[in-house]
């Protein structure tokens, strides 16, 4: 079943430009709201977080008229498809498995994953023997933790983020498997734990997810993806969130 839309946020209303062919008028945009620093929800209820500045940019660029709405995880595509909006920016891998049902953008940006623990309880990747480790569902970590550590391990699959870092902290879980970017985050404020180990590598492109057939809005959202990367606003965007590029 899908989930319900949780809010809706103009994003950029630029009445005077008209919206070029092939997108949408407004162009609805879904992210998840619960996966910081990439999207979150500030205490006045609006959607915050890299995917949402970029997202801004990308309509900037476009001088489309956009909303952003907040959608739960495991009912974001299906709700693509459905036609509750129009597109993706919520982090989500371009996989063949997600190729079969939807179409993907260019990258907009890189992603690594990691092992992270308490201090000193885990070594890396390769210690993860016999111990309990979580992930959310329906995601690469998921899935590389499901296709690497089955058999070996206790995986504990989770609908948020947010939950499987409660359940670290708990003690529940002796170990997570996450991206690399927002368990960086995540490490910021609770010291006690640390990256177990180094980052996994399994050439994750981050791009902006569309219904298949959508010909026309694909080629201007890469359009817009590569006027901010050469213009300088990704980079102002980057250097809020993260000190590396992670394009």
Not at 105 to 119: E, F, Q
Not at 176 to 182: K, R, T
């Amino acid at each position: 079943m899908m989930k319900k839309l949780l809010t809706a946020v103009v994003l950029s209303a630029i009445a005077s430009a008209s919206v070029a062919a092939g997108i949408p008028d407004p162009l609805r945009i879904a992210t998840e709201g619960a996966y910081p620093p990439f999207n979150g929800v500030d205490a006045d209820g609006n959607l915050i977080g890299f995917d949402v500045d970029i997202a801004m940019a990308l309509c900037e660029e476009m001088e489309a008229n956009c909303e952003l709405v907040a959608q739960d995880w495991d009912g974001i595509i299906p709700a693509l498809v459905a036609n509750k909006y129009d597109a993706i920016i919520a982090s989500m891998s371009i996989t063949d498995e997600r190729k079969q049902t939807i179409d993907f953008t260019n990258r907009y940006y890189s992603n690594y994953l990691a092992v992270i623990g308490p201090k000193g309880q885990v070594a890396g990747p390769q210690d993860m023997a016999g111990k309990t480790v979580g992930a959310q569902r329906s995601t690469v970590a998921s899935q590389w933790a499901e296709d690497n550590l089955m058999g070996n391990t206790d995986i504990k699959l989770y609908d948020t983020q947010t939950a499987a870092y409660a359940d670290l902290l708990a003690g529940r879980l002796d170990a997570m498997v996450s991206d690399i970017y927002p368990a960086m985050d995540w490490l910021k404020e609770n010291t006690g734990y640390e990256l177990a180990g180094d980052k996994i590598d399994i050439n994750d492109q981050i791009g902006i997810g569309i219904r298949q057939g959508e010909g026309d809005l694909k080629s201007a959202l890469n359009r817009a993806i590569d006027a901010i990367r050469a213009n300088g606003k990704y980079a102002e965007i980057n250097a809020k969130y993260f000190s590396a590029d992670i394009y």
